[in-house]
């Protein structure tokens, strides 16, 4: 039933292309990093898509071009039906008031110089919300909703413990109520016990303040918890998207079910596929033709190197779950029997 809602944010075509290099006479011409290469997502109102995928896949990338912190190569962003990849910076500045982010760093992201009062206040600041004194109760007010006591106002960043400075910079990022919230890996820089505590304030201000997010991770458990609906990316491409349950029981693209085995085993007894790829992540710079998973798939033929597959789906497939893939049907015939080496 979600599909027939609208989304609140639809991404077509997104691409980001970083020129690199001097472009020396003996170069053969202008050369670029396809950080994000043809993205195609949709995120509805009160759910939480997680994205996935190795380093050096995109999903950071892909978050700062929501947020256009960084101008697109080619592609649109849609927030509520506008798009926002043109906007004058004027207007640009009204609708970034309803899409927030979460860093990964919880110290980097804190200017050392100012106060936990001032660093929380600083977006109602720069939107021009309330007088001073509004803007200090509001701040006060959003240290309690993150776990954290009002008289931590007048402290500085390096004062508080990571997991605290983590609250603090959530605390910044829903001062000014957004609709949306992008979290780009918010945990991966603390502690494992310190992280639990962070994720479970995250789902509890999601179901209190009916938020959406966007949970970028490389730690496939957090995902599992976290989210809804789970895309996962390689080499600056979507290859599966789906429900977590659909993805964690039914994965349908090899480097989903690669990404799948890696997750630790919780007892040494458990029966679990081993999946180790074969090579390395290809460069960026110079991507394989067709499939771009084609150099480290088992499955690969002729036509995964020659042709690009898209999204797609079959009748074992739930609705909304689909994955690029050549060989879906070959995939699901040779489940548990995959010898990545």
């Not at 970028?216 to 989210?227: A, E, G, P, Q």
Request: charge should be positive.
């Amino acid at each position: 039933m979600r599909f027939l809602i609208k989304p609140l944010l639809e991404v077509e075509g997104l691409k980001k292309h970083f020129k690199v290099g001097n472009n020396l006479p003996w170069q053969k011409g202008p050369k670029s990093v396809k950080a994000v290469d043809g993205v195609n997502l949709n995120v509805y109102p009160g759910e939480t898509l997680g994205i996935v995928g190795e380093s050096g896949c995109g999903k950071s990338t892909v978050a700062r071009l929501i947020n256009q912190l960084v101008e697109s190569t080619e592609g649109k962003v849609k927030f509520n039906g506008k798009d926002i990849t043109n906007m004058r910076t004027k207007e640009l500045r009204k609708e970034r008031k309803n899409i927030q982010m979460v860093f990964q760093d919880p110290f980097a992201s804190l200017d050392p110089r100012m106060s936990v009062g001032e660093l929380v206040s600083e977006p109602l600041k720069i939107h021009n919300v309330g007088d001073k004194n509004y803007r200090k109760n509001k701040a006060e007010e959003m240290l309690e909703i993150v776990g954290l006591n009002k008289n931590f106002a007048s402290r500085n960043p390096h004062e508080f413990s990571g997991g605290q400075r983590q609250r603090i910079n959530i605390a910044r990022t829903l001062v000014l109520e957004p609709e949306l919230v992008i979290c780009d890996e918010p945990v991966s820089a603390l502690d494992v016990s310190v992280q639990a505590q962070i994720i479970n304030l995250l789902k509890k201000l999601q179901r209190e303040l009916s938020l959406t997010l966007i949970f970028i991770s490389h730690d496939l458990n957090v995902v599992r918890y976290m989210c809804e609906r789970v895309l996962v990316m390689y080499l600056g491409k979507v290859v599966e998207v789906g429900s977590y349950k659909d993805i964690y029981s039914n994965p349908s693209h090899p480097y989903t079910k690669a990404l799948l085995a890696s997750i630790p085993k919780e007892s040494p007894f458990d029966k679990k596929e081993s999946i180790v790829l074969k090579g390395s992540i290809p460069s960026p710079l110079n991507p394989p033709s067709g499939c771009r998973f084609h150099t480290r798939c088992p499955f690969a033929t002729e036509i995964c190197k020659k042709s690009e597959p898209s999204l797609r789906s079959t009748e074992e497939m739930l609705e909304g779950h689909t994955a690029a893939c050549h060989h879906i049907e070959k995939i699901k015939g040779e489940e548990g029997k995959l010898a990545y080496n």
